[in-house]
């Protein structure tokens, strides 16, 4: 055995209780964290009579799927449709935002367009709260006759989502090497033709996390599908609204709701992971 091999060994035992302390360190905050989704779960399995004793996991006799029911087909709350609803509005916001997003980006990082104050400009409408964007955008569409349509989310949610994407895409845009579009354009393609057939595919990691970071977003919005919407637009999320009754809050059923609303979500960030964490993180070295 060579010393060089020991060494290694010894670094390995040194470093093995840091490693076993930030694993445990992380498993802690990701549990907590993840409180409130692991309460709704199991709220969803309890009796209507054993929500009242939160502490109390339901257990054998005292689970039930009745939220479920409730949730699947309860004649208030049309799951079908509130979920397609959700899909197409959270798809076609994910393709608008990349379609105005990428020739954006490259005008404003390549181009020279109106310089670097128009990216952060766009980037700074994010820092904003939601909320102070609800009664114009709201006013605007009741004049437009568009409320309660999914045309109505879609143009929101892609208002809301652009300027995280933009921000992702251009610093994208600024790390690749630049001589790669001189010499297309050399040969005389131009710069929408390089755009298109060059830079974009370059971009796929980060089209990918902008794509899957704007579903997740467009999914999960609560404030603008509420107040924009009542019966036909309803997504899924907002939906859960329905089970708030005169008669009390049917916090069971909207915890079923809850659970099945985020199955799509947590699917989609499973398998783009990885492209999740190289979009983010392109740029970081530059």
């Known amino acids: ?113 109106a310089g670097r104050w128009l990216l952060n400009g766009v980037a700074g409408l994010r820092l904003l709260p939601a909320i102070f964007f609800v009664l114009p955008l709201f006013l605007m569409f009741q004049n437009l006759g568009l409320i309660d349509t999914l045309w109505a989310m879609i143009i929101v949610d892609t208002f809301l989502n652009l300027p995280i994407v933009m921000v992702l895409v251009s610093r994208a845009i600024a790390e690749l090497p630049i001589e790669i579009e001189e010499a297309a354009q050399l040969d005389g393609a131009s710069s929408f033709r390089t755009l298109v057939a060059l830079v974009t595919p370059l971009l796929a990691p980060t089209l990918v996390a902008a794509g899957t970071i704007t579903f997740l977003f467009t999914w999960n919005y609560y404030l603008f599908a509420v107040v924009m919407t009542t019966t036909q637009a309803r997504t899924i999320v907002a939906g859960a609204t329905n089970f708030i009754t005169s008669f009390g809050v049917l916090w069971g059923d909207i915890s079923a709701v809850t659970v099945l609303s985020v199955a799509v979500p947590v699917v989609l960030s499973v398998f783009a992971q990885r492209y999740l964490v190289q979009g983010l993180a392109a740029g970081a070295t530059k």
């Open 1 to 113: 055995m060579t010393a060089a091999t020991t060494r290694r060994r010894r670094s390995r035992g040194r470093g093995l209780p840091a490693r076993v302390g930030t694993t445990v360190l992380v498993s802690l905050i990701a549990l907590v964290v993840n409180i409130p989704f692991i309460t709704a779960i199991l709220t969803s399995f309890k009796t209507t009579a054993g929500i009242s004793e939160p502490l109390t996991p339901p257990i054998g006799g005292a689970a039930t799927l009745e939220h479920y029911r409730n949730a699947l087909y309860a004649a208030g709350y049309d799951f079908g449709s509130y979920f397609l609803n959700s899909t197409i509005i959270a798809v076609c916001a994910v393709v608008l935002v990349l379609a105005i997003a990428i020739p954006a980006a490259y005008a404003i990082v390549r181009l020279g367009l």
